[in-house]
């Protein structure tokens, strides 16, 4: 992909190529950076599509880590979409399962609570 369009390249690695495979950590990795992407360039409801195929896929197979990380794009695209409280506390289970993972370094802050984001008003 283009990072400046979001339009597919003409590129040997295109996402859409390592979708195609049956290779499932390579699927939920490229969808995992795809919701990413989606976050970064706005579209929520594709990152919220792409998040929500990185859950089914590391459901699927007993991928632990791909499961948190579709969890926390889920919850963030899920909140900002309109469904806040659910969101919100969506996400607050996933980040606490996150650092239960033992990701705790790559946290800003371990003491986070639904009632912290929302007072925020950050996801």
């Avoid at 339009?7 to 495979?21: D, L, M, N, Q, Y």
């Avoid at 049956?22 to 599509?49: K, M, P």
């Amino acid at each position: 992909m283009s990072l400046l369009d979001g339009r597919p390249s003409s590129s040997k690695g295109h996402p859409a190529r390592g979708v195609e495979t049956n290779h499932v950590t390579t699927q939920a990795n490229i969808y995992c950076w795809t919701a990413a992407f989606e976050t970064l360039r706005g579209d929520v409801q594709s990152a919220r599509r792409a998040a929500q195929k990185v859950v089914e896929l590391a459901r699927e197979h007993g991928l632990q880590d791909f499961a948190v990380w579709g969890a926390l794009s889920n919850a963030r695209a899920r909140a900002r979409l309109g469904d806040r409280e659910t969101g919100v506390e969506e996400f607050r289970e996933a980040l606490e399962a996150y650092i239960a993972q033992g990701n705790r370094a790559t946290c800003r802050s371990t003491k986070v609570s639904s009632p912290n984001l929302r007072r925020r008003g950050k996801m």
